[in-house]
């Protein structure tokens, strides 16, 4: 129930929150509008090609055995489990390959696999426009991004963003979709930070992308609570005791509220064009442009030298991965796919490539050295081959908003993640509605082509 002296209440998570209750679709600039859809292709892509991976059959065995009534989708396998399970699947699923976005605008943070994991099956219980949808995924990647610059120092203090920020978007995108007041969006974001969690020590394992589920599933539950008046504490992110104090050794709360509404953060999303880990992006580039340049005998390499961000050695050091998840986390077996391959897709990451002969034996011919001068999207490679030096430098990464993805190759990374999954004629009336996602008066026949 409000209150004057609720109302007189203005902490930042509440003023965020009522500027982001009060936004519409009308409110979005071209850019983040275009950006969602480009978004959504993309997440759909990734969530389709990970519904079968071998992870999903165990999460989604059990899921079987302790869903409620069946009222939400979960993509690319023709089941339907309870609305806090098919969240939970989905999100997961698109996480799973590590393939999915990356916004890195002070935090490293996969915003979509949480907010539309959360945001389809809310979808399904009633018609929902395409531009409601834009509006509350726009919204929920605002609130997630700006509670991550609030609490700067988080990534280093050991948590995955994506598990902990993504419950926080999660809710926020849900309330937003359900139409809940400032107040009950406050309630809603509370109530999915409480649900904060995710370590990076589950790096490699199957537990990573399950954050991304479980954010998904928490952030449903948060709206639903706060639709009914369970509420929170209103200063959940600035507070004493609040996410930016305890989740980070240094605290911006200033960043909820400076510039809200001058800019969107959906609008400086990035996207992968490599399965693995974001910041080994640069130096695959690297690679594969030197492997473009002529055709390398992997065994005739003397060395890999690597100059990279300091990150890549923190977040990416396993020196002899044993899984293809594992391999994700690995500069040694990136730069050797790369070189071999001249890719880093699906494949290259596999747990049969992560134990081949010829990928070990190149991998243990790499050094890699951190450079502080670099940025996170900046690498520097040279291959040593008999007595001649192949050097290549990569300034920005691909995908990354200095050297974006073009739309072209946003949908052909989705076709071919979503082929496998619901056929080639399903895939392209898929992105067909996507890109006109706007002018849709019900998403629902969209979630149905990629069931």
């Known amino acids: 129930m409000k209150t004057p002296e609720r109302d007189a209440l203005r902490t930042a998570s509440r003023t965020l929150c009522a500027h982001l209750a009060n936004a519409k679709f009308d409110d979005l600039p071209a850019n983040a509008v275009h950006e969602a859809r480009r978004g959504l292709l993309d997440w759909l892509g990734c969530a389709l090609a990970g519904s079968r991976h071998p992870t999903i059959d165990k999460l989604v065995d059990v899921l079987r055995e302790v869903s409620g009534s069946t009222r939400a989708t979960v993509l690319g396998r023709r089941l339907r489990l309870g609305l806090l399970d098919a969240p939970l699947a989905n999100g997961q699923m698109g996480h799973v390959l590590d393939f999915d976005d990356t916004h890195m605008g002070g935090v490293?943070?996969?915003?979509?696999?949480?907010?539309?994991?959360?945001?389809?099956?809310?979808?399904?219980?009633?018609?929902?426009?395409?531009?409601?949808?834009?509006?509350?995924?726009?919204?929920?990647?605002?609130?997630?991004?700006?509670?991550?610059?609030?609490?700067?120092a988080h990534h280093a203090g050991g948590w995955h963003l994506t598990g902990t920020l993504g419950s926080t978007a999660a809710g926020v995108a849900a309330g937003h979709l359900f139409g809940l007041d400032e107040e009950q969006l406050t309630y809603a974001m509370g109530i999915a930070t409480t649900q904060a969690a995710g370590m990076q020590q589950n790096r490699g394992t199957m537990c990573k992308s399950f954050h991304a589920g479980k954010a998904a599933s928490s952030g449903v539950l948060a709206a639903l609570l706060a639709q009914r008046g369970f509420d929170s504490s209103p200063e959940i992110i600035e507070g004493k005791r609040g996410f930016c104090r305890i989740y980070s050794s240094v605290a911006a709360p200033e960043k909820l509220t400076s510039g809200l509404g001058e800019n969107w953060e959906i609008a400086r999303n990035g996207h992968k064009p490599y399965a693995c880990g974001v910041v080994l992006h640069p130096l695959i580039d690297a690679l594969v442009n030197i492997r473009s340049a002529g055709a390398i005998d992997p065994a005739a390499v003397k060395t890999i030298e690597l100059r990279v961000h300091p990150h890549v050695l923190s977040v990416t050091g396993?020196?002899?991965?044993?899984?293809?998840?594992?391999?994700?986390?690995?500069?040694?077996?990136?730069?050797?796919?790369?070189?071999?391959?001249?890719?880093?897709?699906?494949a290259q990451y596999s747990d049969q490539r992560a134990l081949d002969a010829t990928v070990t034996a190149l991998r243990r011919k790499v050094t890699a050295v951190a450079d502080e001068s670099f940025r996170t999207d900046q690498a520097w490679a040279r291959v040593v081959i008999g007595g001649t030096a192949h050097e290549a430098s990569m300034d920005h990464a691909s995908g990354t908003v200095d050297n974006p993805m073009?739309?072209?190759?946003?949908?052909?990374?989705?076709?071919?993640?979503?082929?496998?999954?619901?056929?080639?004629?399903?895939?392209?009336?898929?992105?067909?509605?996507?890109?006109?996602?706007?002018?849709?008066?019900?998403?629902?026949?969209?979630i149905a082509l990629a069931a």
């Open 108 to 152: 490293v943070l996969h915003t979509s696999s949480p907010v539309l994991a959360a945001l389809l099956a809310i979808a399904e219980r009633r018609p929902t426009p395409g531009k409601d949808l834009i509006a509350a995924y726009a919204v929920g990647f605002e609130a997630g991004v700006r509670c991550g610059q609030a609490a700067p």
């Open 318 to 346: 396993v020196v002899e991965p044993a899984t293809g998840l594992q391999s994700k986390f690995s500069v040694y077996h990136s730069a050797a796919v790369a070189l071999i391959d001249g890719a880093a897709g699906i």
């Open 406 to 446: 073009s739309d072209a190759a946003i949908e052909a990374k989705f076709l071919a993640n979503a082929e496998p999954a619901i056929g080639l004629d399903n895939a392209r009336r898929l992105a067909e509605g996507v890109w006109k996602l706007d002018m849709a008066a019900d998403v629902r026949p969209l």
